[in-house]
């Protein structure tokens, strides 16, 4: 099982760039993966986290709110920013530049703490940034959308408060829990867990493909480009962060990940309620949910070859 975990990680990016194509091009062989099952598979992807973790993850996590408020600060200043330079360099239509602000102001997305998980990076903390990042996107993605778009939308509070509860602090703390209670046992488990992880990111492109292949076909290689060079460039500056403020390698990877990944969903369903009558406006939420989770597959890959060395609280390695 671990040999196999072991080829599947070294592969994981080109196994779901053949998934992204054949759910692209061939979009009838994976509309069966339901867009409803999307949290569920992160649900389980979050439990498995919890099994290799323990509750003092998290306590350490909290003795250092710096690391947290430095992801935090970064992540709605980078992005937003990113995302309105893009779109005014490129010179977007109002309908799709409309969608790439709306990326940009969204939180950072449950994948990310996935991806930080497979690439060996400080998990407790990606989770922390996660969780404070969305209980504050209520407030930021309003606001921060109507300096750059002169325009108001509606963010539900309660829906994104329970949906971080149920799809990642619920399942962890149960993974956490059966970790300390039956340790011994889940230990056989951790070797299968990457494996799991993957399969889950390959299932999660795959429905997202798949049910918008159309709208991906008919958009120009300019939305392409714009949504790879927002994704690069946060990943960059996350990474140039943690450079700046001497965060060890761990951290470094958790917050270039977590500024790099965005809640894309969540900026596809802002577009759809708040824009009804711009159409377009929801395209570049859709290819960043896909973007962004080849690319977080490739860069775990990179990440993983990357040693971590003994962590020394904010001193770099």
């Given amino acids: 099982m671990k040999k196999t ?15 992204a194509a054949l759910a692209l091009f061939f979009p009838k062989t994976c509309l069966w ?5 999307i949290n569920y598979l992160l649900m389980i992807v979050m439990f498995g986290m919890g099994l290799t973790m323990k509750f003092s993850d998290f306590a350490v996590v909290f003795s250092r709110p710096k690391d947290i408020l430095t992801g935090c600060i970064a992540q709605f200043l980078f992005m937003p920013l990113l995302a309105f330079l893009l779109g005014k360099l490129f010179g977007l239509s109002n309908e799709l530049l409309v969608g790439v602000i709306l990326v940009g102001t969204c939180p950072g997305g449950t994948s990310s703490n996935v991806i930080t998980y497979l690439s060996k990076g400080d998990t407790a903390l990606s989770v922390g940034m996660t969780s404070v990042n969305t209980l504050l996107a209520p407030f930021l993605t309003p606001a921060l959308t109507y300096l750059f778009l002169r325009t108001s939308v509606n963010v539900d509070v309660k829906a994104m408060f329970i949906s971080i509860i149920q799809v ?7 993974g956490i829990l059966i970790n300390m209670l039956f340790g011994k046992y889940t230990q056989k488990v951790k070797d299968a867990l990457p494996s799991v992880s993957v399969t889950a990111i390959c299932l999660i492109v795959a429905a997202v493909v798949s049910h918008n292949s159309e709208k991906i076909l008919s958009t120009g290689a300019v939305i392409f480009a714009i949504v790879i060079l927002h994704n690069l460039l946060g990943y960059l500056c996350g990474y140039l962060v943690g450079v700046l403020f001497k965060m060890d390698i761990p951290r470094k990877k958790a917050v270039a990940i977590e500024i790099g990944m965005q809640n894309s969903g969540l900026a596809t369903t802002l577009a759809a309620n708040a824009f009804p009558t711009l159409a377009m406006a929801t395209v570049p939420g ?6 962004h989770n080849i690319s977080g597959a490739i860069l775990a890959g990179i990440f993983r070859r990357i040693p971590n060395g003994d962590k020394k609280d904010g001193a770099d390695n």
């Fill in 168 to 174: 990642v602090i619920i399942p962890i703390g149960l």
């Fill in 286 to 291: 859709a290819i960043f949910s896909v973007w």
């Fill in 5 to 19: 975990s072991e080829i599947i990680g070294k592969y994981m990016a080109w196994i779901v760039l053949v998934i």
């Fill in 33 to 37: 993966i339901q867009t409803g099952w």
